[in-house]
T-cell receptor, first 115, second 114 residues
């Protein structure tokens, strides 16, 4: 079945640095990628939707200059957390619509800890 | 904002019992409904999808949808300790600029004790 490979699975960085998270669709083309953030014991909150070859659409309250999304190809979307702060520590998950138009394939998630 | 409501639980059932998880949603044009299971520290995995009114069975899992009542449920028969996880209800709406995205509930934490 469709697989979205997400890396890294876990990252610890210092405040003020930037972190890039990659999501690659394997064996299918992902024209759209959804980026979620999940805080402990909370549900998944959509941050932004990226579309190949165009600018990402950000949800209300999400800073587009802080969370940079690039979807330069049909198989790769990246999220860069710039100037990370401890409050950015969270579980970040990407998801792409599966082939056929129904269902979604999730990446394995990235646990970001900012110290 | 589309509302998806779930009892946060925790729901605790003994091994072998039936676990019943409920979800209500606010948007009447919602077209697709999903149940995801999420283990601690892991990303969600799809358990069931349902698109039309009625019941859909897959092994020990049965999803029930009632669009008139805006209600979707998940029954887990013969619950096993390995079913212990958080279950997320998600809906997909079908109009305008929101086509394609999922709206998640907060999840119900299920514990199945041996």
């Amino acid at each position: 079945g469709a697989v979205v490979s997400q890396h890294p699975s876990r990252v610890i960085c210092k405040s003020g640095t930037s972190v890039k998270i990659e999501c690659r669709s394997l064996d299918f083309q992902a024209t759209t990628m959804f980026w979620y953030r999940q805080f402990p014991k909370q549900s998944l909150m959509l941050m932004a939707t990226s579309n190949e070859g165009s600018k990402a659409t950000y949800e209300q309250g999400v800073e587009k200059d802080k969370f940079l999304i690039n979807h330069a190809s049909l198989t790769l979307s990246t999220l860069t957390v710039t100037s990370a702060h401890p409050e950015d520590s969270s579980f970040y998950i990407c998801s792409a619509p599966s082939a056929g138009g129904y269902g979604y394939t999730f990446g394995s998630g990235t646990r970001l800890t900012v110290v | 904002q589309k509302e998806v409501e779930q009892n946060s639980g925790p729901l605790s059932v003994p091994e072998g019992a039936i676990a019943s998880l409920n979800c209500t949603y606010s948007d009447r044009v919602s077209q697709s409904f999903f149940w995801y299971r999420q283990y601690s520290g892991k990303s969600p995995e799809l358990i069931m999808s349902i698109y039309s009114n009625g019941d859909k069975e897959d092994g020990r899992f049965t999803a029930q949808l009632n669009k008139a009542s805006q209600y979707v449920s998940l029954l887990i028969r013969d619950s096993q300790p390995s079913d212990s996880a958080t279950y997320l209800c998600a809906i997909q709406t079908g109009r305008g600029s929101t086509l394609g995205r999922l709206y998640f509930g907060r999840g119900t934490q299920l514990t199945v004790w041996p």
